[in-house]
C-alpha cells in the first residue's frame, strides 16, 4: 500500500527556511507525479506544489512562487519541499501526496509554524 511519511517541519521566525522531506514506499515513485499541500488552522486543503516524475517540470501556488522550491531523489524515494522566506501565513500542516489532487493518497502530515 501506499506510505508517504514526512518530516522537517518545525518552529521558525519570519524570514526563515525550513527543508521538508517524504519518503515514499508501496508504489513506483519516480513514475508518479508527486504533491505537496497543506492546511492552514481552520482552513480547507489546499495544493501548493507539484513536480513531474523526471522532475523537469514544476508548478506552484502564487503565494508560494518564488520562495518554495519543489524537488525529488527517484533514487531514494524522496521528495522534498526548500521554503525560504517564510511568513507567518504559511504556518500549517504540510503532506506529501501522491498525484496531484487533493483528495488523493497523502501522508500524516508535519507542521510549520511561522513566528516570532
Known amino acids: 500500500q501506499v506510505q508517504l511519511v514526512e518530516s522537517g517541519g518545525g518552529l521558525v521566525q519570519p524570514g526563515g527556511s525550513l527543508r521538508l522531506s517524504c519518503v515514499a514506499s508501496?508504489?513506483?515513485?519516480?513514475?508518479?507525479?508527486m504533491s505537496w499541500l497543506r492546511q492552514a488552522p481552520g482552513q480547507g486543503l489546499e495544493w501548493v506544489s507539484m513536480?513531474?516524475?523526471?522532475?523537469?517540470?514544476?508548478r506552484y501556488q502564487d503565494s508560494v512562487k518564488g520562495r518554495f522550491t519543489i524537488s525529488r531523489d527517484n533514487g531514494k524515494n524522496t521528495l522534498y519541499l526548500q521554503m525560504n522566506s517564510l511568513k507567518p501565513e504559511d504556518t500549517a500542516m504540510y503532506f506529501c501526496?501522491?498525484?496531484?489532487?487533493?483528495?488523493?493518497?497523502r501522508g500524516q502530515g508535519t507542521q510549520v509554524t511561522v513566528s516570532l
Open positions: 508501496g508504489f513506483t515513485f519516480s513514475s508518479a507525479i
Open positions: 501526496a501522491k498525484g496531484v489532487g487533493i483528495t488523493g493518497d
Open positions: 513536480v513531474t516524475p523526471g522532475g523537469n517540470t514544476t
